[in-house]
């Protein structure tokens, strides 16, 4: 099992930056994929970002020149910063992982934190 608890978020200005950061404990050893996904208000969670245990990223299309994911804490950390925010980025946050095991992938999602964009 692995757990992810979520910190940073709350009400920002639009035009400001984002930080959020999400520490994994468990079986941690397992996983290779961490990252980001966002639900807003009357929509399906989509992805923000993702990054392995290697370093290789992949942005949504629209995060792309807005964001930057990174891992640390010897990878049982993964960040999310995000300039110039929009009205539209206001929505819950979700930490994701993947993990490898003998079974198969396996995903796990913290609760979530919410933003909220003000103009």
């Known amino acids: 099992q692995v757990q992810l608890v979520e910190s940073g978020g709350g009400l920002l200005q639009a035009g400001g930056s984002l930080r959020l950061s999400c520490a994994a404990s468990?079986?941690?050893?397992?996983?290779?994929?961490m990252g980001w996904y966002r639900q807003a208000p009357g929509k399906e969670r989509e992805l923000v970002a993702t990054?392995?245990?290697?370093?290789?990223?992949l942005y949504a299309d629209s995060m792309k020149g807005r964001c930057t994911i990174s891992r640390g804490g010897a990878k049982k950390t993964v960040y999310l910063e995000m300039n110039s925010v929009e009205l539209e980025d206001t929505g819950v946050y979700y930490c994701?992982?993947?993990?490898?095991?003998?079974?198969?992938?396996?995903?796990?999602w913290g609760q979530g934190t919410q933003v909220t964009v003000s103009s």
């Open positions: 468990g079986s941690t050893w397992s996983i290779n994929t």
């Open positions: 994701y992982s993947r993990a490898a095991l003998y079974y198969g992938p396996q995903d796990y």
């Open positions: 990054i392995t245990s290697g370093g290789s990223t």
